[in-house]
């Protein structure tokens, strides 16, 4: 086992023994509750779930236990449905797509196959992910879909990223895996400008929007997953970013609140 592989075990050990006990138990009745459906599914050979979203099929495949969590939760409508939907009807006629933070790539598969004369781009930093984001777009047999394995900011080079295994909450890091970093006024600079865009990459928003400037100022639709909780990360907070999207003459529509994020329309 490599270093790291140790200090992942050495930080879950220290975790536990500070659990508070009745949220361990909580905490591990969900965990045994993960596993169980994930090893169902390999005794029956199950491969992939199907997901509806407004009339289209959707596979989604799995590598691990929380990816086969997320996929199932997905296809039985547990999971973002909402999002999912308005998101499949703002794709159909959308061209140029972006998918920022694309984990296994439910977003850009929908814009996809909702358009296809529509040319996606799904960013991904984590390599777990990315495997699973090129076997879905392969189940789902699609040809307009172009995976970038990229962290997406106001800088260009590397930058450290702290993953979570096959989880959603990998993020940039002072710590962790080196993975490439782009802005976006960069990565299309000879291309087409977005006209549809996800951004959903755990507190830095407003470092994507300040490495975006030429793009943004084509106004391209958003959905925006803003992480109030998470953007002093990265030394921001939620008037700032809003602050930033009011001067890019957006109209901000709130759709829904998580415990650590606000969802909103931008356009």
């Known amino acids: 086992m490599n270093k790291n592989g140790w200090n992942i075990i050495i930080k879950k050990f220290k ?12 905490y591990y009745k969900k965990k045994i509750k993960l596993y169980s459906h994930y090893f169902i ?18 596979k989604l495949g799995f590598n691990n236990y929380y990816q086969h969590h997320i996929a199932r939760n997905i296809a039985h409508n547990g999971n973002e449905t909402e999002m999912l939907n308005i998101w499949r009807e703002a794709s159909r006629n959308k061209h140029i797509v972006v998918d920022l933070g694309g984990y296994n790539g439910i977003f850009g598969i929908i814009s996809a196959l909702a358009n296809s004369e529509s040319k996606v781009y799904i960013f991904e930093p984590d390599s777990i992910n990315c495997e699973q984001i090129r076997k879905n777009i392969s189940l789902n047999k699609l040809s307009n879909v172009e995976l970038v394995e990229s ?18 909450g990998g993020k940039i890091s002072k710590e962790g895996f080196e993975v490439p970093c782009i802005t976006l006024d960069t990565f299309f600079k000879n291309k087409n400008n977005p006209t549809l865009m996800k951004v959903d990459i755990e507190g ?3 470092r994507m929007f300040e490495g ?22 990265y030394g921001d907070d939620i008037k700032s970013l809003l602050g930033i999207i009011k001067e890019f003459g957006y109209k901000t529509l709130w759709l829904d609140e998580t415990n650590v994020a606000n969802h909103y329309w931008l356009n």
Request: charged share 25%; hydrophobic share 50%.
């Open 204 to 206: 830095a928003e407003q």
């Open 41 to 58: 599914s390999k005794i029956v050979q199950r491969k992939f779930w199907v997901a509806d979203i407004r009339g289209l099929k959707i």
């Open 15 to 26: 975790t536990l023994m500070s659990f508070d006990l009745v949220w361990a138990f909580i």
């Open 151 to 168: 962290a997406v900011a106001d800088k260009n080079g590397t930058v450290y990223f702290d993953r979570h295994i096959g989880g959603t």
């Open 212 to 233: 975006a400037e030429q793009i943004i100022k084509s106004k391209p639709e958003i959905l925006l997953e803003a992480h109030w909780a998470f953007l002093a990360r």
